[in-house]
């Protein structure tokens, strides 16, 4: 049992989470942490779920009330992924992560660098008196915070120069503090911005895939890119896609077609 947690901020990443109790035990090394979370020195600190969630989940404090569920909904990117999995898929992931494996899960919305927005960051200082990583700012291909309009910058140290087990804190000394620079053009960005408000729905509601396929086959129906059987047209898709998310919105999202 720990006798200590950190709680997690509104939409802090669960990474970042267990960075700060890391921070925070103050324990002489990165194994006794390990241990302490999930009894096994070994786990590696994945961005998005960590092996053996459950069992960290476990040992909480009788007096937090975090469940499983609660800390992969609202501290995780899991939601994303989800509107996108058919039943059986959403039965072994939560299946596998209750027996301690690793669950499957479309990892590919998850960035591999940390992110940050200069805006959030000088709030979260201000408001909590530490800064941390916020999960809305962590996905791939989407380098922009839809509240301030400004691109995200990298956190200055690179996971990559870290051990595999070990956590980046969100130290707030160590950034750029002058945001300025970076506000966006609102007109310009404005459909990468509404992806953002879309990210920020999924992100926030569970949609099961079929409501999902069925919002979208409308929405296509709506704008005349279905044929009267239902099928989708597939170029003409493509076509109307490009020219509203243009080109450049594209390949800063590291999508081709
Ligand atoms: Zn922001």
Known sequence: MLHYFPDPYKNETLYSVLARFQYYSANPSMEQTLRDLFDDPTVSSSLFIPTKLNTLV?????????????L???????????SFFDEASKEKFWLDL??????????SVQGQELMYCPVCAKMDYENHGEAFFRREHQIKGFTFCCDHYCELLHYPISRNVISGRSYIRFDYDLIHQDSNNSILDFQFEKNLLNIGHSIKYLLNNQISQNDWNNKIQYH???IGLTTINGSIKQFELSVAFKEFYTEKNIRLSGFEF
């Open 72 to 82: 992969v909904y609202n501290h995780t990117l899991y939601p994303l992924s989800h």
């Open 58 to 70: 476990q040992k909480l404090p009788p007096n937090k009330e975090y469940s499983l569920e609660n």
């Open 220 to 222: 296509l129906w709506l």
């Open 98 to 107: 209750s027996s301690q494996k690793r669950p499957y899960s479309n990892t």
